[in-house]
């Protein structure tokens, strides 16, 4: 093998530089073959480095050695970035993002091949390579540009590896923080080229609500098992890895909603009429961003204002839905007051009973004559179909109270705030206040009989003893019962409504007025005790109900023992008082020894409460410190 | 490896043998290719110690001498571009930052054009018109850029810089080459180029108030944990505005350092516009780009850091009410409504006055709610943001600790005595003020403690001035006594007259001669701002006036201050404890026959905290307090007397004469002081 030096030796020799030797020639037109991998007389491809290597017979000098393996670095590179655009072409599944970048990256290698063909043909075949200009050191200078953008693409092939969608585009853009400007551009191109799909997805998704992604490379993926009720919340999700990231996280959320929105017009509302001001605005997004990179946010905020408001309108406006919350509280939430009482006093009877599947159809007919007598009727007539008692499946011994609460049919888009499950807590909430108004319903009954057939007992004088410790203890669990449905109404129901008002008025997207509705339920149901937190409290409450609920039995007892001694002394008969009236001072004694109990356990767990509304219906509860100078745990100091 | 590489070598014979006209031209061929960063066989690079070292060479032996000279001519060349090349291969990519990328891709342009003149050198080699003395004249002109680079890329590489690093130092040398033009247009040339980078991140700060800087380049720092969000409103506290973002003062570029500051706030206030959800539009100026006297840059810096800031006034003052946010602070903690923190006081007073243990802080926030929404603050909009604080220490021990900070023993001592302190519900009390984001950027944590400071003590004087009126009613009752009987009070009735005087003026003075005028001079001031750090500077330069002038900064003035009015205290509840037994004596007069007269009760006084003697008799007790308040008085007037004549700006000579206007106290002074120093004679004669 002839080479520089020998030809330099021979200068030696002779003093008659370049002619007739080829060596050099042939070594130069195999660098330029190796630029684009490919093997020849001197260079060898070596399969487990996937690199040319120089063929062993070949001898150089070493600044010769240097420079040509420096040179020869391209063509590795090159097949690097080659190799990697080959491969995906064959597979379908790896998306269009992934095919855009292989055909980018092609597109930038052939361009290299280009300029590598010119300065082959300009070597020549035969004719003297110094004639023609090209030497080692100007194919090094020649190469410096071309070397520094392979080496890039080789570095993103090698990043890029795997990857598709939006995660690929996110990839390929952390490289266009960098210092070179040539590079950046180069990158910069790639990247809009890549994002082209995605460009295409995101405006049919934000305008049109249509979602067309055959490899899911898209940022937002559908569920298609979901049931129509809950699309809103399931249907349609965001596949966080895939948002590029040079979106942020809000940007993102806002291309989702809005594509959402339209679906939700489209699916639940049935609304199939264009938006109005979308189309112009999606003309105006077109003709000022022309890919992904440069995409005009503020039409896509606006789309998204403007798809929300529209969304928010016709749910306001054809759906009601402040008329509906509304109900909700008037009737779930006993907000109604004319109409709780009453069917309070309608209902009592029947639920006294035992519980049976059998009783739903009694109980509506007469939920209807309930409304029918109260300013209910004339409540909105879709309000009121709606409007329904619900059953639940009674277990052995459960009374109708256990049982009965009101319902609400919901459908359409009104399913979608008013879940099953959102339906659930409304009827646990149900239940406790409706408890709660049950209790004071019982205890102001009781102070009526005291104040009505006390009366009768006035000659009864054993029995006046008895009768006052009764007293006592109801005008206790009367300010008890008051107080507690007094704070459920009031500062449970009426402050949270307020906020929610408050919110509905301002809310400007769905997503806000479902966030309001979530925290109202949220603080109606910590603040009534409703929560895990307050698990333990609930329990003391039960406690304090079941001591009121004996308590009247006993005195229902005393009351009615009691004027049948009246008669039987009016009558002459045998007096029977002995019989009756130890029993009934023992058992009220230990009531109301345990309703004491209950109810400072249940002062002093609300003092340590972390909610500061409860630690001030502790302080209402014990106003005057009546059990603070009871019990030694509520005077101890908190610090 | 080696191995296998060394058998693709050339063995070649020393070049000694050869007539000396090859050897240059054989030295040539090798030279241009050394000239372009390769290693030859007769002039070979010794290997490096470590990656900053200066590279050496060494030409084979036995070359004819005066070639071997004429090469060695060119070492330092070789040497400069060794460590160029170095730091290009390095630097360029994504190790070290897009800074340094950016300047080795300048750099490697400049290396791209010397290896072109290399080629050039080439082509004349080839046409044999080269000689080693005229390829040494040839490379002249580019000797010195190189040289330069070399100086540039070794300091940058020993330094490990990187990001704002690498452009002080471009910067420095860039002024350090003032007097070369040629060189000094070189190295603005290369700052410029790796500025931009840098620009870049700064004007995605400065306009739109993010921080893209994933090569941790940049001086802000963004530690965004959870985004602003998901955190509930409480979380921003401006602690954590203060922790979000932080400035890297390693990271700044020299030439930017007059302008650190205002590019933090620039990007911050940014962000709270932002989070107010409204639209940031900053004035869009060209491009960013070095120059060495700052023109350009230090303008649009500071045009972006007035738009952000004026932006953000305007949010603070329209949008969320900033004056009346102000106004209704100032209501409740300079005590503005009468009404209400009277009511506030009847209620609560009871409980108050418990120790700070036994206070039950959900009863005072119910009663505060009471006296809120029954008062006439209940028209205040922001009135539900008003809470109350029990905090574990007294005004004294606070202001003492604040004022001490600097010596770590006081501090040490400071919370030893605090230990034994118990507390009553009245020195613990405090109002709180809620406020929310972005409000809470002009209320930081440091301003709600001057007002606390500010609050506690009027709020002790405002108390202590309601007991002394109860005294005065009670004295009313004893009026109407027998001659005798009432005379027993004569010397508690001047005590308590004094007293009164004492605590309405000093409530007069700090309410109406110091609170009202600062406060309206500064509404005033705070109409005419234009960005927020205006009003940060004028709000607190209203409380340190309000906070010095109501003689919280002097320790021994605000002690005295304190002492004063506790003492006004202890001697009220004495009186009225006196009172209340001298009732329920005449009360228990018909029934008890023990207790012969008012008198007696009198002359037994029960057992008292604030009194050191249980056996003194009352007219005793009044007179040690009378004592005591003297000489306290005095001297709180002769300190104020003393801080009157260091400061020209100060108010609190006017307190003075108020307290003093009928030379009453200094007539007693000067008694006082005649006699004690009677005394004295007396004793030492």
Redo the contacts between chains.
Sequence with gaps: MQ?F?DS?MK??RKRK??HSDVSNHILLREILYAFQGIQGQVFQWDATHENLQ?K?T??????????VL?LVELGWLFHKVQKYCESPKTESTCGLAARAFAAALQEELSKSIHKLTVHTTRSGDTVGV?AQ?L?F??L??WT?EPK?RMKLLA?LVEACHGQRGGALASVIH?FV???????KTVVLKILVQVCRPLYEMLMLWTFEGELRDPYGEFFIGVNLAVDPGSLWNDKYYERSAMVPNFFT?EQGHQVATTGKSICFLREICLDKSPIPGLNQIRRTAEERSESLLSLDWESIEEAYGTASQYLLQVLLDRYHIKLHLCALRQYLLLGQGDFVNHLMKLVEPELDKPATTRMSRLLASILDKCIRCTNSQYDDADVLKRLDVRISEPSQGDSGWDVFSLDYKVDGPLGTILTPEVKTRYETLFYALWRSKRMEWIMSKLRHQQLTEGRQLRGLLEVQGVLHQAQLLLSEMIHFAQEMSHYLSFEVVACAWEQLSIALRSSKTMDQLLTAHEHFLQTVTSRALLDEESKDIRDHLRGIHEAMLQFSQIQERLFSSAILEVEKRQGKSKSTIETFLPSIKAKLCAISASYQNFVQTFLFML?SHSD?NL??L???LDFNECYQRKDSRL?M??? | VAGLLDSHLLQVAPLGNVPVGDQERILLEELLYVLSGFDGDYIRALPLSSNIDERKFEIDESVDDSLKEMVRRFFPILASYSIIERFYESRSGFDFGMVNDALASAIGNLVHEYRIFVCQLESLLLKSELSLQKAWYLLQPNVATLHQLHHVTLSLMRAKAQGGQVLSVLHQQTMEAMGNDKQQKLLLSLTRSAAQPYWEILQKWIYQGSVEDPYLEFMVEDHQVVSMDKLSPTAYSDDYWEKRYTLRRDRVPSFLLPLTDQILRTGKYLNVIKQCGMKVKPPKVDDLCYTLDGFGYKEAIEKAYSYASETLLHVLMQDYDLLGRLKSVKYYFFLNAGDFILHFLSLCGAELVKNVDDVMPSRLESLLELALRTSTANADPFKDDLGLELLSYDLTTQMVRILSIQTHEERVDGNHSMDHVRLTGLEAFSFMYRVRWPVSLVFTTKVMACYQMIFRHLFLTKYVENLLGRVWISHKIVRNYAFPTSQWYNNAFALRHRMLHFIQNLLYYITVEVLEPSWQVFVEKIRKVDNVDQVISTHMELLNICMKESMLTDPALLQTATKLIKLCEAFAHFILKMHRHAKEAEMGLSSLANVTSLSEVLLTSPGDVFLQENSDTFDQNVARMELQFTTLLADLLHRIAEMGHESYDSHMLTLLNRLDFNNYYTEKVIQFTLKSNQTDETISG
């Design positions: 080479c030096s330099v200068i030696i530089p370049s120089l062993s070949v001898k150089l000098p070493k600044a010769l050695r240097q420079m420096s110094e200009g030497t050191q100007r090094l200078v410096k520094a570095a952390s923080l960098q210092g070179n400007a040539t590079l996280q003092s500061p630690q001030g502790g302080v209402r005077s100091s908190l610090t």
